[in-house]
Nanobody, 120 residues
């Protein structure tokens, strides 16, 4: 059974930090790219970051560049999103997802999401 399990969300004050984790199981981790998406209330889902298991390629969207970092522990089949200097506009449900490549519009698997709330 394929599973993507997010953890690490919560409530933090502006300027604070959180680290999200996405633990993957049920598929070959190195054959997939792991994404972080987020969706704020009333807004469309946004791609935040991506890690390619096959070659270590990483991507971070411009709005969080310099504040968010994506890393991976392949031995644990886990991808992390370190979020620093959080802003109220980062408030959203953050989803972990897997696709064959980072640039793919087709997502094979989704996690259940974890809430991140940044207070001003």
């Amino acid at each position: 059974e394929v599973q993507l399990v997010e953890s690490g969300g919560g409530l933090v004050q502006a300027g604070g930090s959180l680290r999200l984790s996405c633990a993957a199981s049920g598929f070959t981790f190195d054959d997939y790219a792991i994404h972080w998406f987020r969706q704020a209330p009333g807004k469309e889902r946004e791609g935040v970051s991506c890690f390619s298991g096959s070659d270590g390629y990483t991507y971070v969207t411009d709005s969080v560049k310099g504040r968010f970092t994506i890393t991976s522990d392949n031995a644990k089949n886990t991808v992390y999103l370190q979020m620093n200097n959080l802003k109220p506009e980062d408030t959203a449900v953050y989803y972990c997802a897997a696709s064959r490549v980072c640039g793919s519009a087709y997502i094979n698997y989704w996690g259940q999401g974890t809430q991140v709330t940044v207070s001003s």
